[in-house]
T-cell receptor, first 107, second 119 residues
Framework: SYELTQPPSVSVSPGQTARITCSGD??????AHWYQQKPGQAPVLVIS???ARPSGIPERFSGSSSGTTVTLTISGVQAEDEADYYC??????????FGGGTKLTVL | EVQLVQSGAEVKKPGESLKISCKGS????????IGWVRQMPGKGLEYMGI????????RYSPSFQGQVTISVDKSIGTAYLQWSSLKASDSAMYYC????????????WGQGSLITVAS
C-alpha cells in the first residue's frame, strides 16, 4: 500500500524556521495537504494543494514541492505552533493517505 | 459558517453495535463529500472512507472495507459511521470532514467522537 513518510519529530527555537518534510512516490502527480493538530483538538488544514494557504492561516505557514517530497515551512516559529503536523495525499486510485505525523516541539 | 457537528462520546461493550453521526450546516450538504478518519490513542490519522450525500456514492479504504458502514440521510444533512459488532481495537477518536472530491483537502473537520469499547 502507498505510504507517505514524515520525520517523527522536529525541534526548533522560537523565531527560527521549522521545515517538515513528507515523501511519497506519487507526490509528483498528486497534490499534498498539511494539517495541524494540537492536543485534544481536531486537525486544522494549514496548507492545501502543496502551497495554498487557507483563509485565516498565518503567513508564516508555507508549503512547497520538489519531486517526491513536499515541505511545510513555518517561518518565525511561535510557541503556539507546537503541535502534530500531518501530510495527506492520494494514491494512484485517488484514495487518501496520511503521513505518520511529525511532532513539532518549540524549545 | 460551515460546521460539522458530531455525536458525543460512547462507551460500549465488545460485540455491541454503534452508529455515530456527523451533521453538516452552513453549506449545501449534498454538494460535498463527507469523509471519516480514525485516530487511535496516541497514534496518527487513518482515512476510512467517504460518501457523497447527493447520490450516496460510497468508497472505502481497503483497510476498513467490510469493517464499518458509511451512510447518509440527506434530508437531515447527516452522515453516519456504524459498526455491527464492536471490538476493543475499535476504541479511538473518529472524525468526519468535508471535501470537494478525491485528492482534495479535508476542510473543515468535525470535533470528533470518542469511542471506547471495553468489557
Amino acid at each position: 500500500s502507498y505510504e507517505l513518510t514524515q520525520p517523527p519529530s522536529v525541534s526548533v527555537s522560537p523565531g527560527q524556521t521549522a521545515r517538515i518534510t513528507c515523501s511519497g512516490d506519487a507526490l509528483p502527480k498528486q497534490y499534498a495537504h498539511w494539517y495541524q493538530q494540537k492536543p485534544g483538538q481536531a486537525p486544522v488544514l494549514v496548507i492545501s494543494k502543496d502551497s495554498a494557504r487557507p483563509s485565516g492561516i498565518p503567513e508564516r505557514f508555507s508549503g512547497s514541492s520538489s519531486g517526491t517530497t513536499v515541505t511545510l515551512t513555518i517561518s518565525g516559529v511561535q510557541a503556539e505552533d507546537e503541535a502534530d503536523y500531518y501530510c495527506q495525499s492520494a494514491d494512484s486510485s485517488g484514495t487518501w493517505v496520511f503521513g505518520g505525523g511529525t511532532k513539532l516541539t518549540v524549545l | 459558517e460551515v460546521q460539522l457537528v458530531q455525536s458525543g462520546a460512547e462507551v460500549k461493550k465488545p460485540g455491541e453495535s454503534l452508529k455515530i453521526s456527523c451533521k453538516g450546516s452552513g453549506y449545501s450538504f449534498t454538494d460535498y463529500w463527507i469523509g471519516w478518519v480514525r485516530q487511535m490513542p496516541g497514534k496518527g490519522l487513518e482515512y476510512m472512507g467517504i460518501i457523497y450525500p447527493g447520490d450516496s456514492n460510497t468508497r472505502y479504504s481497503p483497510s476498513f472495507q467490510g469493517q464499518v458502514t458509511i451512510s447518509v440521510d440527506k434530508s437531515i444533512g447527516t452522515a453516519y459511521l456504524q459498526w455491527s459488532s464492536l471490538k476493543a481495537s475499535d476504541s479511538a477518536m473518529y472524525y468526519c470532514a468535508r471535501t470537494t472530491g478525491f485528492g482534495v483537502a479535508f476542510d473543515p473537520w468535525g470535533q470528533g467522537s470518542l469511542i471506547t469499547v471495553a468489557s
